[in-house]
C-alpha cells in the first residue's frame, strides 16, 4: 500500500461561525490508481499530489465543509466519483446545493483500489455520517474526525452528539487491534491502544 499525506489550510464554517483549520487528505493507492480520502481545501495541491495516477474516487468521511470542499473540483478534472454517507447530505447540500454526490457509502461496504481493501465503518457522532475507513491487511485506520490523538472528535454542534460518538468509537473503533495505526482529519496520527485507556475519563465527562 502507497499513502500519501497532504496538508491543506482553510475555513472550517458551520452554525455562522468559521475557524481556520489545517486538515490531513491521506490518498491511498499504489503506484497507478489512487483514492482520495477527504478532498478538502486546495484541488490544486491534491491533483498535484496525484500525479500520473488514476484518481479512482474521493471518499468522503462527512460532510463538514472543511472535508468536501475541493471535492466537486478534484473529481470533475478527474473524472471520478465522490462517495458520502447519505446521512451526512443535508451539510453536502450546504457546500454543493446543486451538485449531488456520486455514491451512497454505508457500514461495511468495501472500497478497493490497487491490492488495497479498504472497509467502511460507519461511526455517527461527530457529524450523523461519519465513516472511518479501515485497512485490515496493513493494521490502518482513517478516522475522520471521530477519534484523534487525545480525544473523540467535537461535538456540541448542529448534528452532532458526544455520547454518540463515545459509543462509536467504543464499539466500533476500540475493538479493532491495540497495533491499528490511526490516521485522523486533523493532526497527528495515534493507534487505538495509545487512545483507548481513557475512554473512561470521556466516559465521565458525560456525567
Not at 483514492?35 to 496525484?50: F, G, P, Y
Amino acid at each position: 500500500m502507497r499513502l500519501d499525506r497532504v496538508i491543506t489550510s482553510g475555513v472550517f464554517s458551520l452554525d455562522g461561525q468559521d475557524f481556520d483549520v489545517d486538515n490531513n487528505v491521506w490518498m491511498v493507492g499504489d503506484d497507478r490508481e489512487v483514492i482520495v480520502i477527504d478532498a478538502a481545501h486546495n484541488a490544486e495541491e491534491i491533483l498535484a499530489r496525484v500525479g500520473d495516477r488514476t484518481l479512482k474516487a474521493i471518499v468522503s468521511t462527512h460532510g463538514h465543509n472543511d472535508h468536501i470542499n475541493a471535492a466537486v473540483e478534484v473529481a470533475t478534472r478527474a473524472g471520478c466519483p465522490i462517495y458520502l454517507h447519505p446521512d451526512d447530505a443535508m451539510l453536502w447540500d450546504v457546500v454543493y446545493p446543486e451538485h449531488r454526490f456520486d455514491t451512497e457509502l454505508s457500514d461495511g461496504d468495501l472500497v478497493t483500489v490497487g491490492n488495497t481493501e479498504l472497509r467502511i465503518i460507519h461511526t455517527p457522532g461527530h457529524s450523523p455520517g461519519g465513516c472511518c475507513l479501515y485497512v485490515p491487511a496493513e493494521g490502518v485506520l482513517f478516522s475522520g474526525d471521530t477519534l484523534f490523538n487525545g480525544g473523540p472528535g467535537a461535538t456540541g454542534r448542529s448534528f452532532s452528539s458526544y455520547d454518540v460518538i463515545l459509543d462509536s468509537i467504543e464499539s466500533k473503533l476500540f475493538t479493532l487491534p491495540s497495533e491499528t495505526v490511526v490516521h485522523t482529519g486533523h493532526g497527528d496520527s495515534t493507534s487505538i491502544g495509545a487512545e483507548a485507556p481513557s475512554l473512561s475519563e470521556w466516559r465521565a465527562e458525560q456525567d
